[in-house]
């Protein structure tokens, strides 16, 4: 069984990053946590340091590279790192000029931002340290959905990426993992207005992705029947895909 003694989280001030933080903490030796609201993200710092971790906080943006490039090889030199989470993540709402960049910027470039120097920093490391990487996309990731475009567009994308990086990583010894998730409560669903079928917890989440990221599952998709109707959706022909999607409900 792996032991991930150090790990960063991005996004773990709520939702799915919030309840990995809490699930690791029992356990883990030190956790480096970014997130953009310091009320939330201390308050989940605090609920770890009472688990008896030693917890790092850092208010960031994903979208600046610098920054995180900067955060993250601090983290390194306080903790050899042996699992990241590039988990930071928005949702659309409204498909506004403002909201789709801001989607496409976050969602991709966030995990881009948060990835890339670790694939650095893991390829030179000399030791035989567990090396993993966890990349959050998500089931809307499987097909575009009109009831979400720029959304499902950017958790495809990075699935897709974290697919390849799994296949040309391995030959480092670098563990790469992408986790689509359904419907997890968080600040995003509370959001949603359209039907959310199979809606679970953060914390079963947060122990499903922990016991397959154990395993080095490379696709930690959940729950089965959604990731089931999702990867059918994929692989019929276009014409029955869309008058199927086309189906589904607005958001209102």
Known sequence: MQKFKNILITGASSGIGEALALHYAG????LFLSGRNKKRLEAVAKQCRAKGCEVFTAILDVTDRNAMEKWINECEKQAPLNLVFANAGVA?????????????NTNIFGVLNTVIPFIE??????????????????IAGYHGLMTCPSYSASKACVKAWGEALRLSLRPYNINVSIIC??????????KNTCPMPFLMDASHAAEIIASRLERNVGIISFPWPMRFVSWFGSILPNWLSEFIYSKLPYKV
Request: glycine share 2%; no cysteine; charged share 20%.
């Open 121 to 138: 920093i893991f390829k030179n490391r000399a030791n035989p340290r567990i090396k993993t990487i966890a990349i959050t996309s998500s």
């Open 181 to 190: 998730p359904g419907f997890v409560r968080s600040r995003i669903t509370d």
């Open 27 to 30: 356990n883990a030796q030190t």
């Open 92 to 104: 659309t709402l409204s498909e506004t000029p403002e909201n789709i960049y801001n989607t496409f």
